[in-house]
């Protein structure tokens, strides 16, 4: 169980890494002022979206800045918490580890949905977004997971104290 720990850890920095470091980088861009971003994150942003096929992140429909907003005030935050969390090995990592996944499954969810339904849908562009999905359901599953082997541990040392 160690190893799987131990993956599903590393799957869950990485996630929080991306998400971390590219919201502030990408999506902010589609929801704060202009002139609150600096140019050159303006081209990695349209060179992103050309290079990619992002035609979403390139002009951002409604829901998509709703979904922004939600990552700025929430998401992005649980990112930053779950990375050190999980680095520092902090017990409370397991529950911004679920959170985060859960909200990231929801948002990718909706995502997908439109390029899905668009019909713009491109391999290239799949092959960004899916990971998420795959990141989100680990994120799960780990805060699951994690949440009750400690409680099953120490029921089992209570046991032992009562014996004694």
């Known amino acids: 169980m160690g190893v799987v720990s131990a993956v599903a850890d590393a799957v869950v920095v990485l ?5 971390t ?11 704060l002022p202009r002139s609150l971003n600096p140019v050159p994150l303006q081209d990695v ?12 992140l390139a002009q951002p ?8 907003w939600l990552e700025l005030a929430f998401l992005w935050p649980l ?5 050190y969390g999980v680095l520092a090995r902090r017990r409370w990592a397991a529950t911004t580890s679920l ?25 290239r562009l799949l092959q960004l977004y899916v990971p998420y999905i795959v990141f989100s359901v680990v994120a799960i599953l780990r805060g699951l997971c994690s949440c009750s082997a400690p409680l099953l541990a120490s029921s089992a040392q209570k046991k ?4 004694v």
Request: aromatic letters at 12%.
């Open 15 to 19: 996630f929080s890494l991306t998400i």
């Open 99 to 123: 959170m985060a996944g859960v909200s990231t499954l929801t948002s990718t969810s909706a995502i997908l949905g439109e390029i899905l339904g668009s019909g713009r849908a491109t391999p």
């Open 160 to 163: 032992k104290k009562k014996r």
């Open 21 to 31: 470091l590219s919201f502030p980088l990408l999506g902010a861009q589609s929801i």
């Open 61 to 68: 429909p409604a829901f998509l800045r709703g979904l922004f």
């Open 45 to 56: 942003k349209r060179w992103y979206a050309d290079e990619f096929g992002d035609y979403l």
């Open 79 to 83: 990112a930053v918490a779950t990375l």
